[in-house]
């Protein structure tokens, strides 16, 4: 069983995806238009998103652990909740173009950061 404390991370996690996952279709420009993306904000992102899928899945196998499996299939539950809600609540809506892009700018710090409170205290 996951701890209860680590449980709103996970979709958080999920969320985060989601939001970078509109960055690299392009989808955002539908709520910000004049957003301008830096390439070392652009960069940061991207390298989140590729970080993630790694992340996830290596959070996964150390909270399930050897005999646990089910606590890793929570982590993907949870993940897979946040990454569904955000999308089909087209959460962008909600975030301003300012904040839009400090999301982008801390994707990365915070996913790992997410992971390993996760894997320490899950």
Same mark, same amino acid.
């Given at each position: $069983?996951?701890?209860?404390?680590?449980?709103?991370?996970?979709?958080?996690?999920?969320?985060?995806?989601?939001?970078? &996952?509109? +960055?690299?279709?392009?989808?955002? %420009?539908? *709520? @910000?238009?004049? $957003? /301008?993306?830096?390439? %070392? &904000?652009? &960069?940061?992102?991207? !390298?989140?998103?590729?970080?993630? *899928?790694?992340?996830?899945?290596?959070?996964?196998?150390?909270?399930?652990? /050897?005999?646990? $499996?089910?606590?890793?299939?929570?982590? +993907?539950?949870?993940? $897979?909740?946040?990454?569904?809600?955000?999308?089909? !609540? %087209?959460?962008?809506?909600?975030?301003?173009?300012?904040?839009?892009? *400090?999301?982008?700018?801390? !994707?990365?710090?915070?996913?790992? +950061?997410?992971?390993?409170?996760?894997? @320490?205290?899950?």
């Amino acid at each position: $069983m996951l701890n209860p404390a680590v449980i709103p991370l996970v979709p958080l996690i999920g969320a985060l995806t989601a939001n970078l &996952t509109e +960055l690299i279709r392009g989808e955002f %420009k539908v *709520w @910000h238009p004049n $957003m /301008d993306i830096g390439i %070392k &904000t652009f &960069t940061l992102a991207i !390298a989140a998103y590729v970080v993630v *899928w790694f992340a996830l899945l290596v959070t996964a196998i150390n909270v399930g652990g /050897d005999s646990n $499996m089910s606590s890793g299939l929570e982590v +993907l539950g949870f993940f $897979m909740f946040g990454l569904g809600v955000y999308t089909f !609540a %087209k959460g962008t809506r909600f975030v301003s173009s300012e904040l839009q892009l *400090w999301i982008y700018r801390l !994707a990365l710090p915070s996913l790992l +950061l997410c992971c390993v409170l996760i894997s @320490h205290f899950g």
